[in-house]
């Protein structure tokens, strides 16, 4: 948190009456206050101190306050500058506003006013402050193929995708929805010898059962109604590069099989043709389902399930890594800004505090949206609580908290499904226990078996 006394204020006024009276009262208020009685004394300030907030008058000799404007944004340009006019300069002030001013105060002045519109000025410097320091980690944090994250959770994931990125085995990616696995996937491919070569990826669950396999596979003209000619499957334009298959779990058993002879062998037929085809294509699964309870359930093929599984990369859950929110938040404003040609300057803290408190069970992408929400909405230069979904807002308001030691989890009342929220609990639990189960479950009175137990079925 910023208070006064963290902040310097230089008050340049030629009037010796109306500079004393501005430093008295900023000095009550806890500000640090430094006084020039004319702009080259205020230069010779703000070139040799650091300032915050220059508050200035704009009638003065020599350099007035708009010149003295000017001067100090080229010197420093995050410092705000606050302009104190006179009867007949306010247009003045209006058209210097456009230079970069925050704001004027006109003569007469009250001591309320001033000082609310100082706060405002000086937040809105800490915001912009502390925007740069998130565009700086956010550059460090894509230094690897634009992944945004540098919690530990991530770096793990990242660690593995580096391993595995330069050999030719199948990966599978899971994770919740929404969690960033096609980015993930993506990653593997640019980072990788095919890097080249085409990506293309295919959402398993988008495509009904019959058009899935004549997308994977390709076609012959007559194959079936309305294929008036030749097409080339996506195993066909992948060769020599990636194939991404999102939400593998929804592919029928007829394309199962196919799959199946494609892992093994690398052959493969159009629908309609008889003509066996090759590809070299790396195939990268992703899905947000368990395989291995669709193939209890005979859903899915085991010897598939294995074929796909060579490396399993687990996506954490963004609420299991919300050291990178900040990150996402920061990139998510200025891609949406620039896409809607809007100029806005930062997140109130207000804002992300909620989002750091927000269970986010859409993951990286409900966060996406959200931004990109606010982005469209928002009649201000910083994005505020009203410009949130009131559902998130209130979402936060009716959390519950679960202490256990000094640690607090957060779980969003009416939100959360009840093994979710077990799940939570035990990890946490696990966590304050520092790893040792047989701790975790006398915190949680539970067996240690019926900790492993559960930990399983989750």
């Not at 002045?109 to 000086?122: G, H, P, Q």
């Not at 309305?226 to 991404?244: C, K, M």
């Not at 309609?272 to 590809?279: A, D, I, S």
Request: proline letters at 3%; glycine letters at 6%; aromatic letters at 4%.
């Amino acid at each position: 948190m910023d208070f006064p006394g963290n902040k310097t204020v230089l008050v340049v006024e030629d009037e010796q009456g109306i500079r004393d009276a501005m430093a008295k009262i900023l000095s009550k208020e806890g500000y640090q206050v430094l006084t020039a009685c004319n702009g080259e004394e205020a230069v010779d300030i703000v070139q040799k101190d650091p300032v915050d907030l220059v508050l200035t008058d704009l009638k003065m000799p020599k350099i007035d306050g708009a010149e003295l404007l000017k001067i100090v944004k080229t010197i420093s340009p995050d410092v705000e500058v606050l302009l104190i006019t006179g009867h007949g300069t306010v247009d003045i002030a209006v058209e210097v506003m456009k230079e970069g001013a925050y704001d004027f105060i006109q003569k007469p002045f009250n001591k309320v006013t001033v000082l609310k519109i100082i706060k405002k000025a000086l937040e809105k410097r800490s915001l912009v402050l502390e925007n740069k320091i998130l565009h700086e980690r956010l550059k460090d944090a894509q230094g690897t193929a634009n992944v945004i994250g540098k919690s530990p959770a991530m770096g793990k994931v990242m660690e593995l995708v580096s391993q595995v990125a330069s050999s030719s085995a199948t990966i599978l990616i899971t994770g919740e929805s929404g969690a960033g696995k096609e980015v993930i996937a993506k990653a593997i491919h640019d980072l990788g010898p095919r890097r080249e070569s085409n990506f293309i990826k295919v959402s398993c669950a988008a495509l009904p059962e019959t058009l899935l396999e004549a997308e994977l596979f390709g076609y012959e003209k007559g194959a079936f109604t309305g294929a008036v000619s030749r097409r080339e499957g996506r195993f066909e334009l992948a060769n020599g590069g990636t194939l991404f298959l999102d939400e593998v779990g929804d592919i029928n058993p007829t394309v199962q099989v196919k799959l199946l002879r494609v892992l093994q062998s690398g052959e493969f037929e159009r629908l309609g043709g008889n003509r066996t085809l090759k590809t070299d294509a790396r195939l990268i699964a992703a899905t947000n389902a368990s395989l291995k309870e669709l193939v209890k359930q005979k859903q899915f093929r085991e010897d598939l399930y294995y074929r796909l599984n060579v490396i399993n990369i687990k996506l954490p859950q963004l609420r299991e890594r919300k050291e990178d929110i900040p990150l996402l938040a920061n990139h998510f404003l200025r891609l949406y800004s620039s896409k809607n040609d809007k100029k806005i300057e930062g997140i109130s803290k207000e804002v992300m505090d909620i989002m750091l408190k927000y269970h986010w069970p859409g993951n990286v992408r409900e966060l996406e949206n959200t931004v990109e929400r606010a982005v469209v909405l928002t009649r201000e230069q910083v994005i505020s609580p009203a410009d949130l979904p009131e559902e998130l807002v209130s979402s936060i308001k009716g959390t519950v908290d679960i202490a256990a030691g000094e640690r607090v989890l957060n779980i969003p009342v009416g939100k959360v499904p009840l093994k979710e929220i077990e799940k939570m609990v035990m990890e946490e639990t696990l966590k304050q226990a520092k790893g040792n189960k047989n701790v975790a479950a006398k915190i949680l009175g539970i067996s240690t078996r019926t900790l492993y137990r559960r930990m399983d079925e989750n």
